[in-house]
């Protein structure tokens, strides 16, 4: 069975950190992008960023600067490290991947076809 799954969520107050995790299984991820969104109470869900197969990423403006995607091909695993954190960015992230390999690094939902449970992130005031 293929699955994503977050982890790494937690409280964190404004200015400080959090490094969420998502960790694929049931195939392998290396050619496929990987993309975090998020939703917060009463909003859509919002794309954060993107990393293709081969390392290019892409941020939404508001995380620009503060926050980093990675991926570890061998460890069917990406990292998204959140610096700087602020009231704003609370909401549970959700990490997804596309149905099929391609080069394309989608930054619409409707790009993604596999997705995690979530993970929440609550950062205070």
């Known amino acids: 069975q293929v699955q994503l799954v977050e982890s790494g969520g937690g409280l964190v107050q404004a200015g400080g950190s959090l490094r969420l995790s998502c960790a694929a299984s049931?195939?392998?991820?290396?050619?496929?992008?990987m993309g975090w969104f998020r939703q917060a109470p009463g909003k859509e869900r919002e794309f954060v960023a993107v990393i293709s197969w081969s390392g290019r990423t892409d941020y939404a403006d508001s995380v620009k600067g503060r926050f980093t995607l990675s991926r570890d091909n061998a460890k069917n695993t990406v990292y998204l490290q959140m610096n700087s954190l602020k009231p704003e960015d609370t909401a549970v992230y959700y990490c997804?991947?596309?149905?099929?390999?391609?080069?394309?690094?989608?930054?619409?939902?409707?790009?993604?076809?596999?997705w995690g449970q979530g993970t929440q992130v609550t950062v205070s005031s």
């Open positions: 049931g195939r392998t991820f290396g050619t496929y992008p």
């Open positions: 997804a991947s596309t149905s099929a390999p391609t080069t394309a690094a989608p930054t619409s939902a409707r790009g993604f076809r596999l």
